[in-house]
């Protein structure tokens, strides 16, 4: 079993940043993809970003440019620079093991205009 934990949301002006981190603990051998998604209230669940175990990232084209998913393994960090009103929602890590896919608890990130 795998869980992962995350940290470092907040409340935080338009133009500031945050850092956020997710913490895998459990059996982590075998870890494959790490990554982040988000939620605001009323949307979808979406992809943020991504790293793999070789270190390749894929970001959502509304982040490209101003977030930065980065892995220092058991733990994946999401740098969140230059932020906007609407990166506001719940942020949640995931990890991939094997064909099983864990969730955090979700992290709470607001910016305010």
């Known amino acids: 079993q795998v869980q992962v934990v995350e940290s470092g949301g907040g409340l935080v002006q338009a133009g500031g940043s945050l850092r956020l981190s997710c913490a895998a603990s459990g059996s982590i051998a075998h870890l494959n993809a790490m990554g982040w998604y988000r939620q605001a209230p009323g949307n979808e669940r979406e992809l943020v970003a991504l790293?793999?175990?070789?270190?390749n990232t894929n970001y959502a084209d509304s982040v490209k440019g101003r977030f930065t998913i980065s892995r220092n393994i058991p733990t994946v960090y999401l740098q969140m620079n230059s932020l906007k009103p609407d990166d506001t929602g719940v942020y949640y890590c995931y990890a991939d093991r094997l064909s099983t896919r864990v969730w955090g608890q979700g992290t709470q990130v607001t910016v305010s205009s």
């Open positions: 790293i793999t175990t070789g270190g």
